[in-house]
């Protein structure tokens, strides 16, 4: 079997940004290549008696993803292209929206024998997120009884698994203010995970939307996983920060929560939009901010009119939670 490798040069700082606009775009499986050093819990996994000297950070990444070449010398030529033009649109909205995304290069190779979509499986397991376990299709749950809440999310159809702190951190919050009333928009759903959780936690009903088309197909597969009635969580695709005709379908004032977990410099666009979105009184959570890009998450909501109402933390990664006026009209 045969793969085409489309490899991006990029910063060590943009990998999780990267990694997560080419997945929206049908990309899976990245391999990193960089020069981060390894963290205490990841040289107690190494089953090695010395490590190896590292290098010297460099600030660069290399990330890899692989599709299946086609037979045909022609398809094969012809879905290089393609997949080629949609990464560098992809990484050039990147850049659109000030991400330093570094070189930004694209190399394209070949490689045999890799069976890349399943080999991966072997790292991906079952894992808890405090009482929600999150098991992919091709494990059990073990023990039902003692489960608590169980997410079915399979990594290679869907662009979230919860495994990121920025999802666990959007999680978290959402729990603290869902009620059996609420309506929940959720921007940049991709996998749905956000809604899905919400509205078995008793979320009332959810909106998501997305530029990319696929996450209507995998909001559909995991809503049939995880039992969610399709009418209880539409989806919508589209741009709420540029599309004023998406902004319309989604509706303006209807929402007791908005939650979008995004990178910092798109938040600081979406957050004027999203704050018309909400009800008086509704809450907006957010995620996908560096620590270091806390204040300019923080200004953009307050020069929206928001209330920040806590700033919670995991990893290098923090969120901000605000409210919008009881009395706030739009």
């Known amino acids: 079997m045969k793969w085409i490798r489309f490899t991006v040069k990029t910063t060590t700082e943009a990998e999780d940004i990267v990694i997560s606009e080419l997945y929206d775009i049908g990309l899976e499986g990245a391999q990193i290549e960089d020069k981060i050093p390894l963290t ?30 086609p037979d045909e010398e022609a398809e094969a030529q012809a879905l290089k292209e393609e997949r080629l033009g949609a990464i560098r649109e992809a990484l050039e909205g990147l850049r659109e929206f000030s991400v ?23 790292y991906f397991h079952q894992f808890r ?9 091709w494990e059990k749950v073990e023990s039902p009884e003692e489960a608590g809440t169980v997410l079915h999310i399979d990594p290679g159809t869907a662009f979230g698994t919860g495994m990121h702190d920025t999802t666990q951190l959007c999680i978290r919050q959402l729990r603290k203010f869902l009620t059996s009333e609420t309506q929940l928009l959720d921007i940049g759903t991709g996998s749905g995970i956000l809604s899905i959780l919400s509205l078995m936690f008793g979320a009332k009903h959810a909106v998501g939307t997305d530029l990319d088309p696929c996450a209507a197909v995998a ?5 049939e996983a995880n039992g969610i009635d399709p009418a209880d969580f539409e989806i919508l695709i589209g741009n709420v920060i540029t599309e004023e005709p998406v902004r319309q379908q989604v509706g303006y004032g209807k929402y007791d929560i908005v939650v979008a977990n995004i990178l910092a410099e798109v938040l600081v666009e979406l957050t004027p939009v999203a704050a018309r979105f909400l009800k008086p009184g509704g809450i907006y959570i957010t995620s996908g901010i560096l620590a270091e890009r806390e204040q300019m998450v923080r200004d953009a909501v307050t020069a929206a009119g928001l209330r920040v109402r806590e700033v919670t933390a995991q990893g290098e990664w923090v969120s901000v939670t605000a409210q919008k006026p009881s009395g706030a009209v739009e």
């Open 100 to 122: 330093d995304i570094g070189e930004g290069s694209v190399t394209v190779s070949e490689t045999e024998d890799l069976d890349w979509i399943n080999n991966w499986k072997q």
């Open 129 to 137: 997120i405090d009482d929600i376990l999150v098991i992919p299709s």
């Open 219 to 223: 909001v559909a597969e995991n809503c």
């Open 40 to 69: 205490p819990l990841e040289k107690e996994q190494m089953f090695v008696d010395i490590l190896p000297e590292p290098e010297e950070d460099d600030g660069i990444a290399y990330l890899s993803f692989f599709v299946e070449a």
